[in-house]
C-alpha cells in the first residue's frame, strides 16, 4: 500500500516541554488557563501576539484552493497540479526535508510567536523562523528567492497586516501539489480576539498561477503550559523510500461498493490528534466523498469493500463496525502512523 506523507509536521505532541506552567496566563481558582480573558496588551497599547499557537488550518493544507472556482487557476497551473497527484506526490519538497514555503502555517505546526516594538519572530517547531519586521522599512525591491520570502508589518487599529513577497517557487501550497510562482505575495490579518483566541485571514496573489487572489480564513488557538523543543527532519528520516507508485495503478484497482455498504460509512469522524473533521457522505453517482474540516469533498477510489483512497491525500481510508454492525470508527492510514477518527 502507497501512502502520502500527509502530516509531515502535523503531529506536534512529540516535540513539546509539556507542563511547565506558561508565566502570566490568567487562570482559575483551580489553576487552569483561562483562555476566554481579555488579551493582553503591549506597552504600545498594541494586541500582544505573544505566545505558542497552533493554526486549524488541516483542511486547507490538503486543498488551499478549495474555495476558488473552475477557471481561477491558470491551465499550467493545472496540468502541474495533475500531474503531481498522478504522481500521488512523489516530488513533495516536505517530503524530502525541505521547508513548506508560505502555507507552514496550515500544516499544524506549533509555532511561536515573540513580540517586540519593531519586529515579531515566529518561531515553527521544524526550526524554521520568519522575521516580520514592523519599523516601518518596506519590502525590499530585488529580493533573492527564500523559502519563507521577506515580511513586513503595520497595525491597523487592532489587526496586525502582514505582507510577505520574495518567494523561491519550489515549494508548494499544499499537499495537492498546487505550484506557485515567485510573483506572490501573501497578506496574513491577525487579530487576537481574547487571550486563548485568534482569527487569522490570508490572501494569496500570484498573477502567474491564478486569475485571481484570494482568502482563507482559520481559527488560532493558543497552548498554554508548554514549550517548543528541537526537531529533525532529516535525523531518522524514513519517509521517501515510501514514496513510490502512481495513481493509475490505484485506480486500476478500484472496485465497486453496493450502495447499502456504502451508506453504512456515511457520517462525520473526529480525529483528536492532529484535530481533525472528517465528514464521509454518499455522491450522486453512489461514490463517497470525503471531506477535512469543511474545506471540499474528495471522491474517493474503492480498493475494497472496507478500503478506500483518498487520491488528494494519497491516504487510505479503513471503516470498521462497532458491535451492533454499524460504522464505529475510521482509520486514516498515513506514513507517520494511523489516524483513528470515532464516528459522532
Known sequence: ??????????????????????????????????????????????????????????????NITSDLKPGDMLPWAEAVTKERVAKLGLDNPVSRCLPPGPSIGLF???????????????????????QVFTDGRPLPEDPSPAWQGYSVGHWEGDTLVVETAGFNDRSWLDFGGHPHTEALRVTERYRRKDFGHMRLEVTFDDPKTFTRAWSIGMDVFLVPDTEL?????????????HLVGKLSDEVKGEIAVPRETAAKYVGTYEIKQPRMN??????????????????????????????????????????FPDAQGKTGYLILKIVEGDLRGERK
Not at 229 to 241: F, G, Q
Open 108 to 130: 499544524g505546526e506549533l509555532q511561536k510567536v515573540i513580540q517586540t516594538r519593531d519586529e515579531v519572530a515566529i518561531l515553527n517547531e521544524s526550526g524554521i523562523f520568519r
Open 229 to 241: 523543543l528541537e526537531t529533525v527532519c532529516n535525523e531518522n528520516e524514513k519517509d521517501a523510500v
Open 278 to 319: 472528517v465528514g464521509i457522505s454518499e455522491a450522486s453517482n453512489g461514490k463517497l466523498m470525503m471531506d477535512v474540516n469543511g474545506k471540499g469533498a474528495v471522491e474517493l477510489i474503492a480498493t475494497s469493500q472496507t478500503t478506500f483512497l483518498n487520491e488528494a491525500m494519497g491516504a487510505h481510508v479503513d471503516f
Open 1 to 62: 500500500m502507497r501512502r502520502l506523507l500527509l502530516l509531515a509536521i502535523c503531529l506536534p505532541l512529540g516535540a513539546q516541554w509539556l507542563k511547565y506552567p506558561t508565566p502570566g496566563i490568567p487562570r482559575s481558582a483551580e489553576g487552569k488557563p483561562n483562555l476566554t480573558a481579555p488579551a493582553p496588551k503591549t506597552a504600545e497599547g498594541k494586541p500582544d501576539l505573544s505566545g505558542i499557537w497552533h493554526i486549524d488550518g488541516l483542511g486547507y493544507s490538503t
